[in-house]
T-cell receptor
Framework: GIQVEQSPPDLILQEGANSTLRCNFS?????LQWFHQNPWGQLINLFY???GTKQNGRLSATTVATERYSLLYISSSQTTDSGVYFC????????????FGKGTKLSVKP | NAGVTQTPKFRILKIGQSMTLQCTQD?????MYWYRQDPGMGLKLIYY???????DKGEVPNGYNVSRSTTEDFPLRLELAAPSQTSVYFC??????????FGSGTRLTVV
């Protein structure tokens, strides 16, 4: 099956810093999404981005489907950005069957 | 607007017991999902449904069953609980294959 690798596994930032999280996938995908899980366990859908670039406030994401990777950019990080960021993909006819990476744990210090 | 509601929030089961995790959404979403999350890992799909009366297996369906008799409800049944089913379970819904809304999770321990 498809492999989803996220890097780095852990990231510690000072408030105000910028960061880039990476997601590599081993096969062509027709669905790629980024999620944020806060320290209390709540999951939020950030982006649906099988290709191209999107921005939402301080967050933006880019997927280069032909090279099988996606990047999530966080600018001017805040303590509320802390948590785990997951990349998830689906492929073939199974668009509802998202395969999740292990995540990047982000800690933003005040 | 409650979104996705999961009950219970916590449960301890003995090995061999059965239980049903409830999931209800009030957004009229066609797609619903059950995931499990083990410590330090991403989510793994157990079952999903693209509409009432339609369900399909995900990555890790063994030991679980689902039904979808209405658009709103998608219960997950655990038969003969085993320690390997100790996990946090998340239900989610979406209008299509993106735009997920997650419930707050059920923390299940099997002893």
């Amino acid at each position: 099956g498809i492999q989803v690798e996220q890097s780095p596994p852990d990231l510690i930032l000072q408030e105000g810093a910028n960061s880039t999280l990476r997601c590599n996938f081993s096969d062509s995908v027709n669905n790629l999404q980024w999620f944020h899980q806060n320290p209390w366990g709540q999951l939020i859908n950030l982006f649906y981005i099988p290709s191209g670039t999107k921005q939402n406030g301080r967050l933006s994401a880019t997927t280069v489907a032909t090279e099988r990777y996606s990047l999530l950019y966080i600018s001017s990080s805040q303590t509320t950005d802390s948590g785990v960021y997951f990349c998830a993909v689906a492929y073939g006819g199974s668009q509802g069957n998202l395969i999740f990476g292990k995540g990047t744990k982000l800690s933003v210090k005040p | 607007n409650a979104g996705v509601t999961q009950t219970p929030k916590f449960r301890i089961l003995k090995i061999g017991q059965s239980m049903t995790l409830q999931c209800t959404q009030d957004m009229n979403h066609n797609y619903m999902y059950w995931y499990r999350q083990d410590p330090g890992m991403g989510l793994k799909l157990i079952y999903y449904s693209v509409g009432a009366g339609i369900t399909d297996k995900g990555e890790v369906p063994n030991g679980y069953n689902v039904s979808r008799s209405t658009t709103e409800d998608f219960p997950l049944r655990l038969e003969l609980a085993a320690p390997s089913q100790t996990s946090v379970y998340f239900c989610a819904s979406s209008p299509s294959d993106y735009g997920y809304t997650f419930g707050s999770g059920t923390r299940l321990t099997v002893v």
